[in-house]
């Protein structure tokens, strides 16, 4: 008797010590329970109906996401101190996108970044692009990924919730050959990571080459600018440009110049020694393999946000064009770099460049690229 009454006592101290009087399964549960994914509507463009997914993960991070042109509109990230605020640039409703947008948190393609002239050559044949940049063509042309209606799905899993974007690009469009066939899943995770997965297939060999265009500010709605920021890119060259930034075809060593990132540096210290500002292609150390290539840090919120990649480039954009004439969210006058993008990618101008990394996608391949944008405190 004795016996039984001391394996029950034990069995109870065990018990209780191992779960501090919850049931561990039930904490569990209540924090997927705290991961959500809501629809609102957003508007209609096209005829079509448009919508805003607001995405949450268990430690309240909120992404929200349009599935018009793809778009990110806000991501609240945590500071030092446990304090959300919105990271990125952007409207708060969607009049703002449609009355003008220079690519805020956007999915851009089928070309981000620049083609020369709009002009390529593929098998002997010559194709000629909407031309919308000086010269050139630029992210995709006139009506790009960017001003399209991606069909959603929304999903959750234990790791995140997310949603699953799809457009079909049809042949000739901006003067791109071949139907493209195009997945976009933007994953918030409970790491929080903003996972971007892309996939893409054609019936015709045409170039690809698909980014993401947030506008980053760690210091959120503060009013601050991001020229105090520390930027490290794990790259040792980079493509140098001509006047309408167009790769000459030289891959630069950074070294000893403005242009080197290999050490966390602040955004602003040499930014008047770089004409323009940042506005440059960075030939990522990754090896077309997924890895951290850029880190971008606030040493005043204490905001962090990684950057990993398969890309073998990223343009990193100072916002140099953002000029006081946007008001954005709540109000905020973005005024010259009030943001900054870090669009992983193929180098620009590729498909004029056979000795850069290839861009053309043929039927029956698969292009597909991921980056992940993950935030945290230091
Ligand atoms: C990219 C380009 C910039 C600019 C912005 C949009 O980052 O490289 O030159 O066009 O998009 O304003």
């Keep these: 008797m004795k016996r039984i009454i001391y394996l029950i006592l034990i069995t109870g101290i065990f018990a209780s010590s191992c779960n501090n009087g919850q049931n561990p399964e039930s904490k569990t549960k209540e924090k997927e329970s705290s991961m959500s994914i809501k629809k609102e509507p957003f508007g209609k463009v096209d005829n079509k109906e448009v919508f805003l997914y607001i995405l949450k993960n268990e430690n309240g991070m909120v992404v929200k996401i349009t599935n018009y042109g793809g778009i990110v509109t806000s991501i609240l990230a945590p500071d030092k101190i446990g304090k959300f605020d919105d990271v990125v640039l952007g409207y708060d409703n969607l009049n703002g996108y449609l009355k003008e947008t220079p690519y805020f948190g956007a999915i851009v393609g089928r070309y981000g970044n620049r083609i020369a002239k709009g002009s390529f050559t593929i098998d002997g044949k010559k194709y000629s692009l909407a031309i919308n940049n000086g010269p050139n063509s630029l992210h995709g042309g006139i009506k790009g990924f960017d001003k399209v209606v991606w069909d959603a799905e929304k999903f959750e899993t234990k790791d995140g919730v997310g949603i699953k974007l799809h457009y079909l690009s049809k042949d000739n469009e901006e003067g791109y050959p071949g139907n493209l066939d195009v997945y976009v899943t933007y994953t918030l995770s409970n790491e929080n990571e903003l996972k971007i997965n892309y996939l893409a297939t054609t019936d015709q060999p045409t170039p690809v080459n698909l980014t993401h265009h947030s506008y980053f500010n760690l210091a959120g709605t503060s009013g601050r600018d991001i020229l ?81 990649t398969t890309e073998p480039g990223m343009q990193f954009y100072s916002g140099n064009f953002l000029d006081g004439s946007i008001t954005g969210k709540k ?48």
Excluded: W
């Excluded at 440009?241 to 891959?251: A, C, K, Q, R, T």
């Excluded at 850029?294 to 990684?306: I, K, Q």
């Excluded at 993008?341 to 996608?361: A, K, R, W």
């Design 331 to 378: 109000g905020i006058v973005y005024n010259k770099h009030f943001g900054l993008c870090l669009e992983t990618q193929h180098f620009p101008d590729s498909p004029n460049h056979p000795e850069f990394p290839n861009v053309i996608l043929k039927p029956g391949e698969n292009y597909t690229q991921t980056t992940v944008y993950k935030f945290g405190v230091k």
């Design 228 to 308: 105090g920021q520390t930027l490290f890119i794990d790259a040792d060259k980079y493509t140098v440009v001509d006047e309408n930034l167009i790769p000459i075809g030289e891959l630069r060593d950074v070294t000893g110049s403005p242009m080197d990132f290999r050490k966390p540096t602040s955004v602003g210290g040499r930014i008047n020694d770089v004409e323009g500002g940042y506005d440059h292609n960075y030939v990522l150390n990754n090896n077309g393999q997924i890895a951290k290539v850029a880190e971008l840090f606030d040493s005043v919120s204490g905001r962090l946000m990684d950057v990993s």
